[in-house]
């Protein structure tokens, strides 16, 4: 079941992933065509701008192969305007003059200059193009004419009925031109005006078809960002740009529809079949599988019980259930490799568990001892007194132990490492490990926190000046002279001692007291055992009377 669900989230995956792809496809698509739409649209406003322009001088030229004069021109164009009109396409055909009289105007224009833009035409000798749409749109051309008898410029208008024909041609693609907007509707709107963009359809390729997608796709988006996008419609699906006529964003746009049907079906069409062909994928995944495990399923279940014995070491139970394969190599199959490598594994396993075993010991070792002096570490010695502390918790009153830690540091350590190096430091740390060791019993602990300072933790002792004699014993041994790389060094040390016998303290209470007892130690003279009691300076309250008692501070014996 494991099985057949990932390999129907794989299908499911794959076809997520072919969607995806075939989406990202189709978006690209759009993009490029709307990129080539904007090309299109430009060549041809361009190419048209080229007539008009090569018009302009077919008009204006007389025929004595010269510019006529704004009176031959006017008198000509009373004769030719009906045929230029029928055959060019004009919308209308108006003269500037240079001067104030005004300008000459055949057709209804849609675009008039006033004086200071026909003095920038001419003075700038360039032509001006404009396309106008109110009500309808027009590209509008005006070229300055030098003639003899004075300066003018004609303006040549031309509706783009044409040029979005010609784009239909070209692309198959419907485009249509959407007025500024405005608002209300003007009265010859009818049902062009989209009042979610307060724009009217100027002119429209296949009107009667692509109106209602535009009426569709204004009623649900508020602006043109929205509109561009896919629309449906009547099992139909339209793809929908924009493209500014002019820079004004609030101006007159060209509408490119493309219909993107037959794009749609195509990539439902390869969904079905990638639906298809993943249901027989896992119908004969299903059918491959259940041939395949039907019969070695014994030997998988027999394995399956072997294997978690392994896990609890017991190795012989594992290898009674796992048969040798008796077979030669190139032979083995699956399940023969299975059996051949549990019993490998069984024995490596066998093998390593004794190793583990082994290390683990090894690493207990590492762990708990000081690596320097092989004593015990901070970390063991923590771990002792904490188990007497809990092992006196639950013990009767009459049965409580009273345990001793001694807190040892060594005197001017500092200056033997300066003088003999570090390596004559560790040697003469190794010596005094081992003298400690020597005067204390074999259930005592011996620990070396860190640097030069050490601890022995001394239980069951039942004698009440017990710590005295030992502490004593402990700054004789260590004082007594140690020769490292041919020269005689001897070293004290200062002991703080305190008693483990209060059921309520605590490893931090203990390690405090026992440190605040060696300070003493040191501080008065060194080489010297401080007993720590709640007299302490800087530790207790004074007493009822409020006297501390004197500080007693006990100095090791002579050495002979």
């Known amino acids: 079941m494991f099985s057949l669900l990932l390999v129907v989230a794989m299908c499911l995956f794959f076809i997520l992933l072919g969607n995806g792809n075939l989406q990202s496809l189709l978006a690209k698509s759009r993009e490029h065509r709307y990129l080539n739409f904007q090309f299109q649209i430009s060549g041809l406003l361009q190419e048209s701008r080229q007539e008009l322009a090569r018009l302009a001088e077919l008009i204006a030229l007389s025929e004595r192969g010269r510019i006529s004069s704004r009176e031959e021109l006017r008198q000509s164009l009373e004769r030719q305007w009906p045929i230029l009109q029928q055959s060019w396409d004009l919308h209308a055909v108006t003269i500037y003059d240079a001067g104030d009289r005004p300008p000459l105007g055949w057709g209804a224009s849609h675009y008039r200059l006033n004086a200071e833009q026909v003095q920038r035409v001419l003075r700038g000798a360039q032509p001006l193009e404009q396309v106008r749409c109110a009500p309808t749109c027009v590209q509008a051309l005006v070229v300055p004419m030098r003639a003899r008898d004075g300066d003018y410029l004609l303006q040549l208008e031309r509706p783009l009925t044409e040029q979005l024909r010609r784009f239909r041609e070209m692309t198959g693609t419907d485009i249509g031109i959407l007025s500024a907007v405005h608002q209300p509707p003007s009265p010859h709107a009818g049902g062009r005006y989209l009042a979610g963009l307060q724009r009217e359809v100027l002119s429209l390729t296949s009107r009667e078809r692509i109106l209602p997608v535009l009426n569709r796709a204004a009623a649900e988006v508020s602006s ?26 609030n101006g007159a746009q060209f509408v490119f529809i493309e219909d993107v049907s037959s794009q749609m079906v195509h990539i439902d069409e390869s969904l079905k079949l990638l639906l298809l062909f993943s249901v027989l994928g896992v119908l004969i995944f299903c059918a491959a599988v259940a041939g395949t495990l039907w019969r070695p399923i014994e030997r998988l279940r027999r394995l399956a019980e072997a294997l978690p014995l392994l896990t609890n070491g017991r190795f012989n139970d594992a290898r009674q259930l796992i048969r040798p394969v008796r077979k030669s190599p190139g032979r083995y199959d699956e399940l023969d490799v299975l059996d051949d490598t549990g019993l490998t594994v069984c024995d490596q396993l066998e093998d390593m568990n004794e190793m583990v075993t082994r290390k683990t ?42 345990g001793y830690l001694f807190f040892i540091d060594l005197d001017d350590f500092k200056q033997v490492n300066d003088t003999l190096g570090h390596q004559g430091g560790d040697e003469l740390l190794s010596v005094i490990a081992r003298r400690l060791l020597s005067v204390m019993r074999c259930r005592d602990i011996v620990a070396r926190l860190g640097g030069d300072e050490f601890c022995v933790f001394v239980r069951a002792i039942r004698e009440p000046d017990a710590h005295r004699v030992l502490a004593e014993k402990l700054l004789n041994t260590v004082a007594q002279p140690v020769k490292i790389n041919d020269n005689l060094v001897a070293v004290t040390m200062s002991v703080g001692v305190v008693a483990v016998e209060n059921r309520d303290d605590t ?22 055992y401080q007993l720590y009691s709640p007299s302490l300076p800087g530790l207790s309250v004074p007493d009822s ?16």
Do not use: C, W
Not at 370 to 376: A, P
Not at 545 to 560: C, F, N, Q, T, Y
């Open 545 to 560: 009377s409020g006297v501390i008692p004197p500080l007693e501070l006990v100095a090791s014996k002579p050495r002979g």
């Open 361 to 402: 010991a090894q690493l207990e070792q590492i762990a708990m001892h000081d690596s320097l002096t092989g004593l015990n570490n901070r970390f063991s010695l923590m771990e002792q007194l904490e188990f007497h502390l809990e092992l006196a918790r639950h013990q009767p009153d009459f049965l409580n132990e009273r």
């Open 507 to 528: 490893l931090e209470s203990i390690l405090q007291k026992a440190d605040m007892a060696m300070y003493h130690a040191k501080r008065h003279g060194k080489n010297k």
């Open 224 to 249: 043109l960002n929205g509109l561009q996008r896919v629309y449906a419609l009547e099992q139909r699906q339209f793809d929908i740009r924009t493209m500014s006529v002019d820079v004004d964003p």
